[in-house]
């Protein structure tokens, strides 16, 4: 290991070590009042995300809310759409629309060191929405928040700077059985450098995955977990508030990969205590190609730059250069500024609907799937835990999930087939393949029983009512 790579690592060990006491400095990105939303716990699914409730207020209901969803009001092969692909990617309500279009029409220009208005303009834009961000998802200061092109982006980072400078051979990285292609590739591809492991904990029949299984997998040459908040594949919640603490316990960092809860569960990363969490706006009622990565303050304030350019530099010389401060550090180049502020349109969006409100919706449609198409004859539901989002996984007796998506996409029902990027988890049940139905609050129980009833009709036309499960 060189000299300068020691030296990254001793910082980062040190700020791992500092990190659960440390008081974070003073920042012009701190929160004008401090400290996070208070709240928190449960089962460990997420924090109570006090300012994202919804207290005495009527349940969500969705013929209130579609109006504001224009892709939704449209026909497939001349039938009513029913998008029923939320884990892919959810759709955009008119705010976040109009949000990119007013800072295009209005305010495009590049942000930082501009004195010009426009450049100002946008700076504020840019980073209100950081602050946005960070008010969502209850971290403690802006400066904790960066923008990126999505999770696997983030995912990435961490691997290649707090991981590179961190992990040596004969090291350990701990996993889920769950876990999305994004936070089991670039981990690989670190241990194949250093030399190190990757342990998993494994999935139960259910799909799910205990905080237990997670400590079992831990050792003393374990330097980071790194864990599914909600699964993409089957809807699984993990107790990731039970895993941070046994990790922190052995004094293991944790990262959560959040894109499947932060559109459906209260997030508060304080109140977890997680040391980085990453999310995708485009899975959050926002657009494509931003994300945000959550690191402490601590943690990130020693992590080496990314990627070089624009904007993360101090100063330039041909015999050194200095960095930025964080979160700029990790934001070379020209960032998607209107992409930011588009997300926190998207954000101030689900905070107005309430948190607490949208999960109540979506555990009703949930309830409402499962029921309806566990009960027909050659349906099999994979992935029953006791504790999940608005995901449905299923197989179908004699009918290929790809022929089952194609025959519901005919009647207008959009769901998602394939392995969902989730090999090792279809790898676990013994399939190829599910069709995934994923909800969103603006979705209804009628285009629950519409879905239900395709998958009927397909069963009839395909032959697939009885037979093996493929």
């Not at 374990?222 to 990731?240: E, F, I, K, Q």
């Not at 689900?350 to 949208?358: Q, V």
Request: with cysteine; proline share 5%.
């Amino acid at each position: 290991m060189s000299a300068t790579a020691a030296a990254a690592g001793a910082a980062i060990a040190a700020a791992v070590a500092n990190a659960r006491t440390a008081t974070p400095p003073a920042s012009p990105y701190d929160a004008p009042d401090g400290g996070p939303a208070a709240g928190g716990g449960g089962d460990g699914a997420a924090g109570t995300g006090a300012g994202k409730g919804s207290a005495a207020r009527p349940p969500l209901d969705a013929a209130t809310v579609r109006p504001d969803f224009p892709v939704l009001h449209q026909q497939v092969h001349g039938k009513p759409l029913v998008y029923l692909d939320n884990a892919a990617t959810m759709q955009k309500p008119r705010a976040v629309l109009d949000a990119e279009l007013h800072f295009y029409e209005r305010d495009n220009a590049n942000v930082h060191r501009g004195v010009h208005l426009l450049s100002q303009r946008a700076t504020a834009a840019y980073e209100a929405a950081r602050e946005k961000v960070r008010r969502f998802i209850g971290a403690r200061q802006a400066r904790e928040i960066v923008f990126l092109r999505g999770t696997t982006e983030a995912v990435n980072l961490v691997a290649q700077t707090f991981g590179r400078a961190r992990v040596a051979a004969g090291d350990e990285i701990v996993v889920s059985g769950l876990e999305h292609h994004s936070n089991i590739v670039p981990w690989q591809l670190l241990c194949q450098e250093k030399g190190a492991r990757l342990r998993v904990a494994p999935i139960d029949d259910a799909g799910a995955v205990s905080a237990e299984s997670v400590a079992a997998a831990l050792s003393e040459r374990t330097r980071l977990v790194a864990v599914a908040h909600v699964s993409n594949a089957l809807g699984t919640v993990l107790p990731v508030a039970d895993i941070v603490k046994l990790a922190h316990a052995r004094g293991v960092p944790v990262l959560l990969d959040g894109a499947q809860a932060v559109a459906h569960l209260a997030v508060d990363v304080a109140a977890l205590g997680c040391d980085f969490y990453a999310f995708s706006g485009h899975k959050a009622c926002g657009p494509t190609g931003i994300g945000v990565l959550y690191g402490r303050a601590e943690l990130l304030a020693a992590l080496p730059p990314w990627q070089g350019g624009g904007e993360m530099i101090r100063s330039v010389s041909f015999e050194k250069t200095t960095f930025q401060d964080i979160p700029a550090r990790f934001e070379a180049g020209t960032p998607n500024i209107a992409g930011a502020v588009a997300l926190g349109a998207a954000l101030d969006y689900l905070e107005g609907l309430g948190l607490d409100r949208i999960a109540a919706a979506e555990a009703a449609l949930l309830e409402h799937a499962t029921r309806a198409l566990g009960a027909l004859p050659g349906v099999r539901l994979v992935g029953t835990a006791p504790h999940k989002s608005a995901i449905v996984s299923f197989v179908t007796a004699g009918v290929h999930p790809h022929d089952l998506g194609t025959a519901l996409d005919l009647e207008g029902v959009a769901i998602r087939t394939g392995h969902h990027c989730a090999q090792p988890v279809m790898e676990r049940f013994g399939i190829p393949a599910t069709s995934r139905a994923s909800f969103a609050f603006y979705n209804t129980h009628a285009e629950v029983d519409a879905l239900v009833a395709a998958v009927r009709q397909a069963q009839e036309l395909l032959g697939g009512t009885g037979g093996a499960l493929t």
